[in-house]
């Protein structure tokens, strides 16, 4: 008896640390990080100190050090922890990594236009035209007005047109005729831009002549890059909503069109509004087809209909193409006017964001 409560004792010890219990302490992988960081980083000054080239190579240092820290800690878990847990830990560090190497991209784009771009970020810039001028100065408004418009009216003609295709597929689409729309779709998911630039230009021309340049020519051409996008968003909302939903409201005797207009829309607007606000973001940065369509133009315009029409794009292209006398001005306006086309699309998707938790359904009683 007195040699069975000692076993019993004896197996109910408490651990004394997490070494004996088979786990890494807690504070281990950021030692081991901070360790590598710096192995790495004092051997790369050896090495810059032993050559001619005296310039520190900081990001070999931090991918070594990355390097080591993952052997290192994979070696460790697999002496402590086991293969399993290892391997765990490894692919952990893996994921990790690819996920900081695709923010580096993003992080230093951003980093880069805000830095470049804040040099004219001011009143002039949001208040004047390139009319008359030829060096510093002038500033970017007909191209930002010029922007506006343009994916307004493309906003106008793609939305409905997107959205009611997306409905037709999912509700009623049946047979080859769906199936021909679909595989349109596909086809002009992928279509390259100046080919729709090319269309628009050919289809004003039949009514205009050669040679037209027209804002609403631009909308044209985005459209036929926008549409696409929507509906392949749409119809993956749409499909979303339970059928369940749908035959509640068959069995209540109500009609198709007033279901997906009561039920099936209002369920799934949340994620159509952030579906067209990509499909925005998607052609709003387009430079090529606007260039042969929509033209580009030193003076403000107002009218879609009416003359060539300057747009962000293609005046940051124009800016940074054909520099003047004074290169350093028009470069920094090319740097001002991508800061401000990514401020657009920012401020579009915060405004599809607040849409869209608006109008999301409510499922509480």
Known sequence: ???????????????????????????????????????????????????????????????????????????????IEGRRKAKDRLLTTLVTAAFVIALLPLVSVAITVVGAGAARFDINYFSLSMRNVVGAGGGALHAITGTLLITLATSIISIPIGILTAIYLVEYGRGSLARGITFLVDVMTGIPSIVAGLFAFALLALFFGPGVRLGIGGAIALSLLMIPVVVRSSEEMLK????????????????????????????????????????????????????????????????????????????????????????????????????????????????ARLIAKIFAPKFGR
Request: glycine share 8%.
């Open 240 to 351: 979303l909503v339970p059928n369940e939903l749908r035959e509640a409201a068959f069995a209540l005797g109500v009609p198709k069109w007033l279901v997906v207009l009561k039920v099936v829309l209002p369920t799934s607007i949340a994620g159509i509004i952030t579906g067209v606000t990509l499909a925005i973001a998607r052609v709003i940065g387009e430079t090529a087809p606007l260039l042969i369509i929509a033209g580009f133009t030193q003076s403000m315009n107002y009218n879609l209909f009416d003359g060539p029409m300057m747009t962000l794009p293609v005046f940051v292209y124009t800016q940074y193409a054909n520099q003047g006398t004074d290169g350093a001005s028009y470069v920094d306006r090319a740097w001002t006017g991508a800061l401000v086309l990514i401020l657009i699309v920012m401020a579009l998707n915060l405004i």
């Open 1 to 79: 008896m007195t040699a069975t409560t000692n076993r019993a004792q004896q197996y109910a010890r408490p651990i004394g640390n997490t070494l004996t219990a088979g786990k890494l302490p807690k504070f281990a992988p950021l030692s081991i990080l901070g360790g590598s960081l710096i192995v790495s980083g004092l051997i790369f000054l050896l090495v810059q100190q032993s050559t001619t080239d005296k310039s520190y190579n900081v990001t070999g240092a931090v991918v070594v050090g990355a390097l080591l820290y993952a052997v290192i800690t994979y070696t460790a878990s697999l002496l």
